[in-house]
């Protein structure tokens, strides 16, 4: 299995001014096999620390930040003659010791010729409920799921993939079906690591299912094992009822509908500690095309979104027929895992800000709107080939924006000022619309 954020830790190793780096991520999207992997493959040496459950790190840590003592005792720990320049040393599950994680300031510090990487599943959760933080002396790098273009580099279509990052619209027209049929397989599979893996190897959907039913339970009980009781039902409610807000034609979150009643303020806590699991994305809303987007959010106007698309797929509860042959089921779903595919595609293949906007009467919604350069970009997301965009034609009119994106099953076109991306090349958004630009 390949990742593309090998090379985001390439670039960290050989930068002059490098820092001890942390990877925010949920559980099971691969953090672990990504610090591993690099080490195996980048260094001499590795020394793994897992802090979960481990009372001897606790003891090392808990005394004072003397580099020169914590490497002796790491040194011991994992039985590695740690040396810098070609030894990396990993911190896991480091949110379980936050002393360790503290000590991160002191290795920036004292000791910057060491290569550290830190990861922890619950990372985000134990930075915010005030665990002492190296503000300034970690970089950060965030893992998500597979994308589509991972996806196809680990189920064995290289050539496609090439051909994919390539955008020769030309060939890849040629090839338009098989594209389809793996962007549908990839609706059901989705990008979490284990599940690509035995869709790899084994070929069994099923397996595959019921290896994100096991994911899926898992982080439910991440929930009592973690959260405050307090919050644990409201965070279930939120979590449970995200397929059925997808569902809506206005997406747009309604807390009317966890609960008959329910208040915004009643659910902000159990909302910010999914985000901060890396669960969910939040898209807020713009109420203006100017730049930068981020200064026109509505942050009481958002959608949210699950941090896969084949988790959505098995939480709503849909078979590998409906998805690979269709049904009337699936029509009524389709569009809301389209949607949720594009916003993982633009997280985890892009470093982009994305927002989405509605008209003043309501009557129009552009999906996301996303600024690339010093360009505002709106996309609108089409299921099938369905080439209609009222809702994108309408921005137009009201902003003049020059370049604006509908992604869709149909090949890729341009009309006008409107540019047709096919789905399963949306990840290379940026490339394709700086080409545009230029």
Request: hydrophobic share 40%; aromatic share 12%.
């Amino acid at each position: 299995m390949y990742r593309e954020k090998i090379e985001d830790l390439k670039k960290w190793k050989e930068s002059s001014n490098r820092k001890p780096l942390i990877i925010r991520g949920a559980r099971q999207v691969g953090k672990t096999w990504l610090m591993k992997e690099f080490g195996e493959k980048f260094y001499e040496k590795c020394a793994y620390i897992n802090f979960d459950d481990n009372v001897r790190m606790e003891k090392l840590f808990e005394e004072d930040f003397d580099i020169n003592r914590i490497l002796q005792g790491l040194k011991i720990e994992t039985g590695v003659d740690i040396e810098p320049d070609n030894t990396l040393i990993i911190f896991d599950e480091v949110q379980e010791n936050p002393k360790a994680l503290k000590a991160l300031k002191y290795f920036y510090e004292n000791a910057k010729e060491y290569n550290i990487i830190s990861a922890g599943s619950l990372l985000g959760v134990a930075i915010h409920e005030g665990t002492s933080f190296p503000v300034g002396k970690v970089d950060f790098l965030d893992l998500l799921p597979l994308n589509f273009f991972e996806f196809l580099d680990a189920i064995g279509k290289k050539d496609l993939l090439e051909l994919l990052k390539s955008n020769d619209f030309d060939m890849i027209n040629v090839f338009s079906t098989k594209y389809k049929e793996i962007l549908k397989l990839y609706y059901y599979v989705g990008g979490m690591p284990e599940a690509v893996n035995s869709y790899a190897e084994n070929k069994d959907l099923s397996e595959v299912r019921k290896i994100q039913k096991r994911l899926l339970e898992a982080y439910e009980q991440d929930f009592s094992k973690h959260a405050p009781i307090n919050i644990v039902p409201r965070i279930r409610q939120l979590w449970n009822n995200i397929p059925t807000q997808l569902a809506k034609e206005n997406k747009k979150f309604i807390y009317g509908l966890v609960r008959k009643g329910a208040r915004a303020r009643e659910y902000e806590i159990a909302l910010s500690w999914l985000i901060d699991c890396g669960l969910i994305h939040q898209v807020n809303m713009v109420n203006n095309c100017k730049v930068p987007l981020s200064a026109y959010q509505d942050f009481s106007a958002f959608k949210l979104y699950l941090l896969d698309v084949g988790l959505l797929a098995a939480m709503a509860g849909l078979d590998e027929k409906t998805i690979l042959e269709g049904n009337e089921i699936f029509e009524e779903f389709k569009g809301s895992l389209t949607e949720q595919y594009v916003l993982c595609q633009l997280k985890e293949c892009t470093e982009l800000d994305v927002f989405y906007w509605t008209s003043d009467t309501g009557m129009a919604e552009v999906d996301f709107i996303t600024q690339i350069g010093k360009v505002n970009i709106p996309i609108e997301v089409k299921a099938s080939e369905n080439l209609q965009a009222k809702s994108l034609k309408s921005f137009i009119q009201k902003y003049n924006t020059k370049v604006n994106v509908r992604t869709s099953m149909s090949d890729y076109r341009q009309d006008d000022h409107i540019v047709n991306i096919p789905l399963y090349s949306i990840g290379n958004i940026e490339n394709i619309v700086k080409n545009i630009i230029k």
